[in-house]
């Protein structure tokens, strides 16, 4: 019997470093396809291929093109599983979706009881105008307790640099992540953090990890002394410099003694002016809309806006 064009393999496939080509060109469909363009880099992709903490896999149709993706990592030792799912916009069984899920989560479970945790917390984010996603993850029987904005603030030419005012007992300076650095900003975010939703403690090791996996280049860490004590950071990645010609604040922390102090202002407007003189034409960020320390006001002060919402969803499962 002749396999019809569009069945799928029943035996979802563990994707590598060599898929990235296959992978990253699927993925900038299903970005577009929601947000008019690609909105992850290959650099991006090729670290996740390359993490053995993310298994990575890919369903193919009866021609061998990718239909459907997704992704399970577990969160360093706690119960929380982040997943990702995607299916082609133009694959005709948009319901593949949900077995997407179902898989996924199987695969968060396992890893979850191989770990000794008690519950498994899933979470993904999904594009407020993402609908197909949005059914998946209704149905699948996640809720959504928060959102994140995406902000944005456009940086002008550099013959007009980012005004950067002083604040009185702040110091801000770029870090070549010695041990000394990595190290204080690991405490910071600890500390920080914590009350924050989704937050999970990680130790130097994951921290690290976190910082490095992309290679050199790629993240940088800003730290404030305040008093001359570091109080403050923040990390800056090229996650939207190929799509976006933007840098990326991925976080940005102050211990909450010195929140008041302008720490956090010094290091945005820091990273701005170095971002402006490197050439972008832009820095985004995401920030929780429900975050404890009013972060949305402190970016709306020193000039960024909202432009897109991604939803936070999760579903929690007991383990017996």
Same mark, same amino acid.
């Given at each position: ?54 298994? #990575?896999?890919?369903? %193919? ?15 360093? =030792? ?27 989560? /199987? ?15 899933? !979470? ?28 944005? $603030?456009?940086?002008?030419?550099? !013959? ?13 300076? &770029? +870090?070549?992540?010695?041990? =000394? ?8 975010? #600890? ?6 939703? *989704?937050?999970?403690?990680? !130790?130097?090791?994951?921290? %690290? ?9 790629? +993240?940088?860490?800003?730290?404030? /002394? ?9 990390? *800056? +990645? ?59 006001? $402190?970016?709306? #002060? ?8 991604? !939803?936070?969803?999760?579903? &929690?499962?007991?383990?017996?």
């Amino acid at each position: 019997m002749t396999p019809q064009p569009h069945a799928v393999e029943p035996v979802p496939v563990r994707l590598g470093p060599d898929d990235l080509g296959d992978l990253f060109d699927f993925l900038v469909v299903c970005d577009t396809a929601v947000v008019g363009q690609a909105d992850i880099s290959e650099e991006e992709v090729a670290a996740d291929l390359r993490n053995p903490a993310v298994e #990575s896999y890919g369903w %193919r149709d009866a021609s061998g093109r990718l239909v459907a993706h997704g992704y399970v990592e577990r969160v360093a =030792d706690s119960e929380k599983v982040v997943v990702d799912v995607y299916v082609r916009p133009d694959h005709p069984d948009q319901d593949l979706g949900l077995e997407v899920f179902r898989f996924l989560e /199987e695969r968060g479970r396992v890893a979850a009881v191989a770990g000794g945790a008690g519950s498994v917390l899933y !979470d993904m984010g999904a594009w407020r105008q993402d609908r197909q996603t949005r059914e998946w993850l209704r149905r699948s029987g996640y809720e959504s307790p928060t959102s994140y904005v995406r902000m944005r $603030i456009d940086l002008g030419p550099t !013959d007009r640099p980012v005004e950067q005012p002083g604040s009185p007992g702040v110091r801000v300076r &770029r +870090t070549d992540m010695d041990e =000394d650095d990595l190290r204080a900003a690991h405490r910071v975010d #600890s500390e920080a953090f914590v009350d924050h939703f *989704g937050y999970v403690p990680v !130790d130097l090791e994951h921290y %690290r990890h976190r910082l490095t996996e992309h290679g050199p280049g790629f +993240t940088q860490l800003w730290l404030a /002394e305040v008093d001359g004590e570091v109080a403050g950071l923040l990390i *800056g +990645t090229k996650r939207f410099e190929q799509e976006h010609d933007a840098g990326y604040v991925d976080s940005l922390a102050t211990l909450p003694a010195v929140r008041g102090r302008g720490a956090g202002k010094a290091l945005l407007r820091a990273y701005f002016a170095s971002e402006q003189q490197a050439g972008r034409s832009a820095v985004l960020l995401h920030v929780d809309v429900a975050n404890v320390t009013g972060a949305l006001a $402190i970016y709306e #002060s020193v000039g960024m806006r909202p432009i897109e919402t991604i !939803d936070a969803w999760v579903k &929690r499962v007991e383990l017996p």
